[in-house]
Nanobody
Framework: QVQLVESGGGLVQAGGSLRLSCAAS????????MGWFRQALGKEREFVAC????????GYADSVKGRFTISRDNAKNTVYLQMNSLKPEDTAVYYC?????????????????WGQGTQVTVSS
């Protein structure tokens, strides 16, 4: 089992940047693919980015490609989401998630463990 805690959310103006962190505790962080998802008010939760156990294997939703970067530091049991050129439509609660998969698999769904979320608000 793994516990996930997100941090780094906040209020930022359009065009600004934020870096979200997700600290994991429990067993074998390096055994999990990690993902970021978001849920805007009144909308369904959507995939944002994933990183495989292999840190060079990543995937992004089209809406954030080129603006967001996911990374992981297995020594710190932490996954990051660097968000640049933020837009008002990026406003949402952001969740990190973990899934036990094979080494090169970057999962876009079916995660096993979830954090509590962190609010990101982008003002226009």
């Amino acid at each position: 089992q793994v516990q996930l805690v997100e941090s780094g959310g906040g209020l930022v103006q359009a065009g600004g940047s934020l870096r979200l962190s997700c600290a994991a505790s429990g067993r074998s962080f390096s055994s999990y693919a990690m993902g970021w998802f978001r849920q805007a008010l009144g909308k369904e939760r959507e995939f944002v980015a994933c990183i495989a156990r292999s840190p060079d294997t990543t995937g992004y939703a089209d809406s954030v490609k080129g603006r967001f970067t996911i990374s992981r530091d297995n020594a710190k049991n932490t996954v990051y989401l660097q968000m640049n050129s933020l837009k008002p439509e990026d406003t949402a609660v952001y969740y990190c998630a973990a899934r036990a998969v094979t080494y090169y698999y970057c999962a876009m769904a079916d995660y096993d463990y979830w954090g509590q979320g962190t609010q990101v608000t982008v003002s226009s």
